[in-house]
């Protein structure tokens, strides 16, 4: 992990954190002005993705850090909290977690629909990806999420928004 990226700590009280500032890293080549050459032109988020020989040892670290070393690693994606379709930094390891994939569908869905938001100009580029930081408010808005869906999903929030803090500024 980098230097600027410290592990989730008990230490850090839930009470400081920051909703109004979004966690996740921001990839430098995708603003409100480029969209249009960037997440909206078919096939750009392919042409970033890093490869498995890179993101595999990296899902495993994630693991033991996010408290699910020992758990298979096939339940689980090494997801990106800003998506690459959000304009999120495509290999920063700040912006990459440990998503259980039964969560990953409705997450997926999310970032599917706010990019085609985006894109189509109905929201803001940081709009939508606030949106996608604070995904568990957003999923299937309107239904109830299952309470264990929510529970794992807040967590997972809690944990992140305590490495965000605290990383030195």
């Not at 850090?12 to 969209?35: D, E, F, M, Y």
């Not at 096939?74 to 990106?80: K, M, Y």
């Not at 800003?82 to 920063?92: F, N, T, V």
């Not at 604070?134 to 809690?158: D, I, N, T, Y």
């Amino acid at each position: 992990m980098p230097p600027t990226c410290q592990r989730p700590t008990a230490a850090i009280s839930t009470a400081r954190r920051k909703t109004s500032t979004a966690p996740g890293i921001l990839n430098p080549a995708v603003t409100q002005s480029t969209i249009k050459q960037t997440i909206c032109k078919s096939g750009w988020t392919s042409m970033i993705r890093q490869p498995t020989s890179y993101t595999n040892p990296i899902k495993l670290q994630e693991l033991k850090a996010y408290g699910y070393g020992g758990r298979s690693p096939s339940g689980f994606e090494l997801d990106h909290l800003i998506s690459r379709e959000l304009g999120g930094a495509p290999s920063d390891e700040c912006n990459l977690w440990p998503e259980n994939q039964k969560n990953s569908f409705d997450k997926d869905g999310l970032e599917n629909s706010l990019k085609s938001q985006v894109c189509s100009r109905s929201i803001t580029l940081a709009k939508a990806q606030w949106r996608i930081v604070h995904w568990p408010r957003f999923v299937r808005q309107g239904q109830q999420v299952a309470p264990e869906k929510r529970r794992h999903s807040e967590r997972v929030l809690e944990r992140w928004d305590a490495v965000r803090l605290a990383r030195p500024r």
